[in-house]
């Protein structure tokens, strides 16, 4: 395997190793006239690109630098769960530097000892890599610290930069903040930690979480707040589906395989699914979640997210900007949501087998008579020459048969199928789908027609299929794990930047408006059940069926 074939492989997964590829790359260059001339110019731009402004060049891989990752909001479960773990995977897999230390920041009173103790019982080694488990954890734990404080005090945010000087030692430091912490916390963190907890002598970043607001109005006010005290460069906003592997993978399909990117248009496809479900209900996050709803939760961020990265142009190259750029131009091209293109639903209470589940309203954090949708379903539509027609149809809920999120594309009919009297009048059950399964258990699939075996001429709807847990024996990372590592490094291809926020907020603020306004009561579905019945004359609107709802699943 030459260099230029080795994009982010197993040369970069230690980071020790970037700086000696960046002096081949410089050397590679002066040898070649062009980088056409040395391989691929896809994965060449890839190299490069994953080289480019990385914080373990110029220096910061260096003795004298060092990493400080602060998690405001250390006693919180996100924390717990998942941003603790994440770090310690890429601490057990070498991808974080020499010099580095963890501190967690809240308002609970706590030791360095309880801290460790406390994020010791979430912390797992790879299923496939466990050797010296043990050893790497405790070497990770005594990296790990705790300073409690209030969110919006600058004097123990300054206690705090006092407390990682102490740590850093002199060296050049560089600093990255989370804020695993209530929205209505973002910018009081924010102001203090910039203030006060900067970096004097690297770079500092601060990754946020979603909800980013409300409405245009509402996120518009917290991206203004924000840009007071950080660039735009600073601000890492988080949207962990977008760190998922068959999301990152949605574009290498698309744009390294000459067999799908002709077919990427409404030329070709006939409509496209983007399709989240899980199979609990709020259980105690209803205080949160009936201030949101399930729209402003999963659709307008998860769901939108990817349908730009699905339907955008080729982008000149891999940079984060040049991808940004592309996603934006989607969202600037679909028309606002309109109330006669949604259905929404909320779960109730159902008995099967002899088990009782609640409704949405049975939970005690929910307001009695709450009417904020726990489903929706919505038909988009992109305005553009690619897209122009075609249907997009998200659907997401709680409470329903099944967990899955998953992109499903389905195809045209064959124009004057030979066989079109084996299907008979079914003429869907002809129609090629591709399926991007995100989770559970990974996999892609493309339906396909195919004789079965015998003399007579019987056809058969078969599955060409990669799953990845029977392909790739190694686990597959954490999305937290691949997005902290991106902002440890500087790359913001994976984080959503402000005018992408505010495209994304203008397709839905208008309908969401309305749906409040005119106190739209959202049509009841049974726990566990398939959701509202209004989803599918929603699909029949537009000419599409569910393809979740098929039966032939992998």
């Not at 050397?27 to 056409?36: G, H, I, L, Q, R």
């Not at 080694?125 to 705790?146: E, H, P, T, V, W």
């Not at 399709?275 to 998860?302: A, K, P």
């Not at 999120?405 to 869907?428: C, M, S, W």
């Amino acid at each position: 395997m030459s260099f230029f074939q080795m994009g982010r492989s197993d040369f970069f997964k230690n980071p020790r190793k970037k700086a000696f590829g960046a002096q081949i790359l410089k050397w590679v260059s002066t040898k070649c006239c062009s980088f056409a001339e040395c391989g691929n110019p896809l994965a060449e731009d890839h190299i490069a690109h994953q080289l480019k402004d990385g914080p373990f060049i110029s220096g910061s891989e260096s003795p004298e630098s060092t990493l400080s990752i602060t998690v405001v909001g250390a006693s919180g479960d996100l924390a717990k769960k998942k941003i603790f773990p994440a770090l310690f995977a890429l601490f057990y897999e070498d991808w974080l530097p020499e010099n580095f230390t963890v501190c967690g920041y809240a308002r609970t009173k706590m030791t360095d000892e309880e801290l460790r103790e406390m994020i010791s019982t979430t912390l797992t080694c790879r299923i496939d890599k466990s050797a010296n488990c043990g050893d790497k954890m405790d070497q990770f734990l005594k990296r790990c610290f705790y300073h409690s404080g209030q969110y919006s005090s600058e004097e123990h945010f300054a206690e705090l930069d006092k407390n990682l000087k102490e740590k850093e030692g002199g060296k050049l430091a560089n600093r990255l903040f989370y804020l695993s912490v209530p929205p209505n916390i973002f910018v009081d963190a924010v102001r203090c930690a910039s203030i006060k907890a900067s970096s004097a002598s690297g770079w500092t970043r601060i990754i946020v979480e979603k909800p980013f607001g409300r409405d245009s109005e509402s996120s518009g006010e917290l991206t203004k707040s924000l840009k007071k005290y950080l660039n735009e460069d600073q601000i890492f906003r988080i949207d962990h589906y977008l760190g998922k592997e068959l999301v990152e993978n949605l574009s290498v399909l698309r744009f390294s395989n000459l067999v799908f990117e002709p077919l990427w248009s409404r030329n070709y496809i006939r409509n496209v699914q983007f399709i989240f479900s899980e199979d609990f209900g709020t259980e105690g996050r209803g205080g949160y979640f009936d201030n949101y709803g399930i729209v402003r939760d999963i659709m307008q961020n998860h769901l939108l997210q990817i349908l730009a990265l699905f339907a955008m142009e080729t982008p000149v190259s891999l940079d984060a900007e040049d991808i940004r750029n592309e996603k934006v131009k989607v969202l600037r091209s679909m028309k606002p949501l309109q109330l006669e293109d949604v259905i929404v639903g909320q779960y109730k209470g159902h008995s099967k087998g002899g088990k009782s589940y609640p409704a949405y309203t049975d939970d005690p954090t929910v307001p009695k008579g709450s009417i904020t949708p726990t489903f929706a379903a919505a038909a988009l539509f992109i305005n553009n020459a690619r897209w122009d027609g075609v249907p997009f149809l998200m659907k997401a809920g709680k409470a329903l048969h099944t967990r899955r999120a998953e992109i499903r594309v389905q195809f045209r009919h064959v124009p004057g199928n030979l066989y079109k009297r084996t299907f008979g009048t079914d003429l869907d059950k002809a129609t090629n789908e591709l399926v991007l399964r995100v989770q559970p258990d990974e996999a892609i699939y493309l339906k396909i027609n195919n004789k079965v075996p015998g003399l007579g001429m019987r056809l058969d709807r078969s599955d060409l299929n990669l799953l990845y847990k029977s392909r790739y024996a190694r686990e597959i990372p954490d999305a937290y794990e691949r997005l902290l590592l991106d902002a440890i490094e500087g790359e913001r291809r994976l984080f959503i930047r402000s005018d992408e926020l505010d495209a994304a907020w203008a397709l839905f603020t208008p309908f969401l408006n309305e749906l409040e306004e005119k106190k739209i009561v959202p049509e009841l579905y049974p726990y566990g059940s398939r959701g509202p019945v209004g989803a599918h004359y929603l699909a029949a609107k537009h000419n599409v069926r569910w393809g979740d709802l098929s039966g032939e699943e992998l």
